[in-house]
């Protein structure tokens, strides 16, 4: 029995100790990622405050904000006009074919005093024009 838990000790303490190891490693390897990443941003943000303080300033000529709306509106209006006009592609509604039930809601929708049960489909449909009279 001695030496069962003999083994079984040792076993757990093995365990115990990679699991400490490995969970130290990972730890080490993250800060060791965070911080170059953060040395990474500090040398970036450097170089570009070097960058923009060795560029002149130029003046822009400030325009008036109605003359950008009316550009702007004058702009777009272009497009649009391209666009319509470079589409080769024309746009036409689908007629679809209605269902007797479509027309039987419709009817029943116009003049309730119709119901489904007593609407008479095939007199309704042939003086609607959609079927012949037999």
Same mark, same amino acid.
């Given at each position: 029995? !001695?030496?069962?838990?003999?083994i079984l000790?040792?076993?757990f303490?093995?365990g115990l100790?990679?699991?400490?190891?490995?969970v130290?490693?990972?730890f080490?390897v993250?800060g060791i990622?965070s911080?170059?990443?953060?040395?990474?941003?500090?040398i970036t943000s450097?170089?570009a405050?070097?960058i923009?303080?060795?560029e002149?300033?130029?003046?822009?000529?400030k325009? #008036?904000? *109605?003359? !950008? *709306?009316?550009l702007?509106?004058? %702009?777009?209006s272009a497009?649009?006009?391209?666009?319509?006009?470079?589409?080769?592609v024309?746009s036409?509604?689908?007629?679809?074919?209605?269902?007797?039930?479509d027309?039987a809601?419709?009817v029943?929708?116009?003049?309730p #005093?119709?119901?489904v049960?007593?609407?008479?489909? !095939?007199?309704l449909? %042939?003086n609607?024009?959609l079927r012949r009279?037999?």
């Amino acid at each position: 029995m !001695d030496s069962l838990s003999f083994i079984l000790i040792s076993s757990f303490s093995e365990g115990l100790t990679v699991t400490v190891i490995g969970v130290t490693v990972v730890f080490l390897v993250l800060g060791i990622l965070s911080l170059a990443i953060y040395l990474i941003g500090y040398i970036t943000s450097r170089i570009a405050k070097r960058i923009e303080s060795k560029e002149k300033i130029v003046a822009v000529p400030k325009v #008036e904000k *109605e003359e !950008d *709306e009316e550009l702007a509106a004058v %702009i777009a209006s272009a497009i649009a006009a391209y666009m319509i006009l470079r589409s080769k592609v024309v746009s036409r509604p689908i007629r679809k074919k209605r269902s007797l039930w479509d027309f039987a809601r419709k009817v029943e929708a116009i003049m309730p #005093e119709h119901s489904v049960s007593r609407l008479n489909y !095939d007199e309704l449909l %042939i003086n609607e024009g959609l079927r012949r009279s037999c």
